[in-house]
T-cell receptor, first 120, second 107 residues
Framework: QVQLVQSGAEVKEPGASLRISCKASGYTLNSYIIHWVRQAPRQGLEWMGTLNPTSGGTTYLQRFQDRVTMTRDTSTNTAHMELRSLTYDDTAVYYC?????????????WGQGTVISVSS | SVLTQSPGTLYVSPGEGATLSCRASQSVRSNYLAWYQQRPGQAPRLLIYSTSSRAPGIPDRFSGSGSGTDFTLTISRLEPEDFAVYYC?????????FGGGTKVEIK
């Protein structure tokens, strides 16, 4: 069964960093682009960036450019997303999702989401 | 490209049809426009890709149409499980962008 399994919920203090993992199951991570999308409480979806697991190449939304890093560990079939210098506005559910070339890179498989609360 | 969805909330009775709109601020190249459904507490689910192609397992009561800057998701006969939030997304150019969503509620 093809799925993306994300790490669990966390509470972070302002100024801290978060690191979320996204483990691919049922397929090889290298075969598809990984996107990261977040959703603030009662808000819509916001695309944050992509990771090409084959090359390690990344594209980030400009407003996250200086504080986000997306990486992968091919030995564990896992992608990671680190976000630094957290503020209260970073409270959100964070999703990883797979871009599938069969569907012209639409996002066909999503992780279950990781709830991040930024609180002092 | 900014995507604007309308209406924000749509009230529909079960068994009726619904039409959701998504307008882009610039033409979506190759009509790379997708629709996702999100139920409460769940991750989004791909319904439609490339404007009008249904993803595997998606019932044929869901259909997509449009081109350029104007796109539509039509649900022909709403089932109880269809009451959810729907998002359009363009994935033709970076940054990928989502619309603000349309919530389909029971009338």
């Amino acid at each position: 069964q093809v799925q993306l399994v994300q790490s669990g919920a966390e509470v972070k203090e302002p100024g801290a960093s978060l690191r979320i993992s996204c483990k691919a199951s049922g397929y090889t991570l290298n075969s598809y682009i990984i996107h990261w999308v977040r959703q603030a409480p009662r808000q819509g979806l916001e695309w944050m960036g992509t990771l090409n697991p084959t090359s390690g190449g990344t594209t980030y939304l400009q407003r996250f450019q200086d504080r986000v890093t997306m990486t992968r560990d091919t030995s564990t079939n896992t992608a990671h997303m680190e976000l630094r210098s957290l503020t209260y506005d970073d409270t959100a559910v964070y999703y990883c999702a797979r871009g599938n070339a069969i569907y012209n890179d639409a996002l066909d498989v999503w992780g279950q989401g990781t709830v991040i609360s930024v609180s002092s | 490209s900014v995507l604007t969805q309308s209406p924000g909330t749509l009230y529909v009775s079960p068994g009726e049809g619904a039409t959701l709109s998504c307008r882009a601020s610039q033409s979506v190249r190759s009509n790379y426009l997708a629709w996702y459904q999100q139920r409460p507490g769940q991750a989004p689910r791909l319904l439609i890709y490339s404007t009008s192609s249904r993803a595997p397992g998606i019932p044929d009561r869901f259909s997509g149409s449009g081109s350029g800057t104007d796109f539509t998701l039509t649900i022909s006969r709403l089932e109880p499980e269809d009451f959810a939030v729907y998002y359009c997304q363009q994935y033709a150019t970076s940054p990928l962008t989502f619309g603000g969503g349309t919530k389909v509620e029971i009338k």
